[in-house]
């Protein structure tokens, strides 16, 4: 990985209907805990046009930032709340190419 921001991408797939409320928990997340967590640097959500899923896009300083988060005691409590609405996959890795116009 280089020096540079680490990316966690965290693809949520829900069931119909659920959409609303996934994004809902996830932004009362961020505003609560995230925010306040040592080496965050932003995060986006990106719902599906067809109420499918949601996209979390967050930058972090390292991956030990990103292990910090996934053991913090409040994240661990949100994540059966994220898990009762969702299925999760993740991947973390750094920016190899960024292109914009």
């Not at 829900?14 to 409320?21: F, I, L, N, S």
């Not at 067809?50 to 005691?73: H, K, L, N, T």
């Not at 994540?79 to 750094?94: D, H, K, N, V």
């Amino acid at each position: 990985m280089s020096d540079e921001s680490v990316v966690l991408i965290n693809l949520l797939k829900v069931e119909p209907g659920k959409q609303d409320a996934l994004v809902a928990l996830l932004k009362q997340n961020i505003d609560s805990v995230i925010r306040t967590l040592h080496g965050w640097r932003k995060t986006r959500l990106i719902a599906a046009a067809d109420g499918a899923g949601v996209v979390i896009y967050s930058e972090w300083e390292s991956p030990a930032a990103v292990e910090a988060m996934r053991s913090d005691p409040r994240m661990k409590a949100c994540f059966p709340q994220i898990s009762a609405l969702a299925s999760l996959e993740s991947i973390m890795g750094s920016t190899v190419a960024s292109e914009a116009r």
